[in-house]
């Protein structure tokens, strides 16, 4: 409306944006097992196991620390399947937000 000052919109009055990427985020330094397969066998396997912790997500990969050695991995997200977490998981708030 003319003569209206909009308001900041802030993060809460977002709509939940529960991608995996986000997840992952929201979940890092948490350690957990990560299964990702692919078309081609790779060393022999088409699937492949990570016992470590999310260092970072994007859109399309995520960044694993394998927790034995050190050792860093850069999946495509395409490749993921499914994750295993050894303690709760950080989510986003499930409650209905109030309607301004």
Known sequence: MPGQQMQPQTVAQFREESYIENIFRLNRGKP???????????????TKGVRG????AGRDHVILRE??????F???????????FDE?????????????
């Open 32 to 46: 957990g097992t990560f299964y990702f397969s692919f078309d081609q066998p790779v060393d022999g396997s088409n």
């Open 53 to 56: 912790v999310v260092e970072a």
């Open 67 to 72: 927790l034995r050695t050190n050792h860093r």
């Open 74 to 84: 850069l999946f495509p997200m395409i490749y993921f399947d499914y994750a295993e």
């Open 88 to 100: 709760e998981l950080a989510y986003f708030n499930q409650q209905p937000q109030p309607r301004p």
